[in-house]
């Protein structure tokens, strides 16, 4: 609103005012009071109400806190021990032979001196793919090598995988 249209304005309220009788513009006065002091009683019951209800939210609030620090701990607890829990080969081994199967009977499976694992045979791309990803997740064992040629009842592969320390 420009400065010249505020000071019309300013200037009609002001002559409305004057032109109202003393007695109406006491009655004016005493109702707009009335008012300002009911929005304030409104306002400091909104107010009141919202201050009892974050107050009675404090102690959920706060059990909610103390069990996540509780969770937060007990997590890094876990981890500080799977990362310093050596992989006993053997244990390994037995865990990865159980999980074969998924590969299907084509897929022969040799574990070498070093602890690497080689793979060969025939194996449905997709099968593998998803195998591999579950022993990297599970085992931390990755593929070295990969040798892949497609063939008519999927793909012929010769891989091999190393266990890795870090996770």
Do not use: C, K, N
């Amino acid at each position: 609103m420009s400065h010249g249209r505020f000071s019309q304005w300013a200037g009609r309220l002001q002559s409305a005012w004057q032109a109202r009788q003393p007695r109406e513009r006491r009655a004016l006065a005493g109702l707009a009071a009335v008012l300002v002091l009911l929005l304030l009683a409104q306002a400091g019951w909104s107010l009141e109400q919202g201050r009892q209800a974050a107050q009675r939210q404090v102690p959920r609030l706060a059990a909610e806190a103390e069990r996540m620090r509780a969770l937060a701990a007990e997590w890094q607890s876990l981890t500080a021990e799977s990362a310093t829990q050596e992989v006993r080969p053997e244990i390994l081994r037995q865990s990865i032979d159980r999980q074969f199967a998924e590969l299907g009977r084509q897929v022969a499976a040799r574990w070498l001196a070093d602890g690497e694992l080689q793979l060969q045979g025939q194996v449905d791309f997709a099968t593998w793919v998803r195998w591999s990803a579950a022993m990297q997740q599970q085992h931390r064992l990755v593929p070295e090598r990969i040798r892949l040629v497609a063939g008519t009842a999927g793909i012929a592969i010769d891989a091999s995988y190393r266990l890795v320390a870090d996770r």
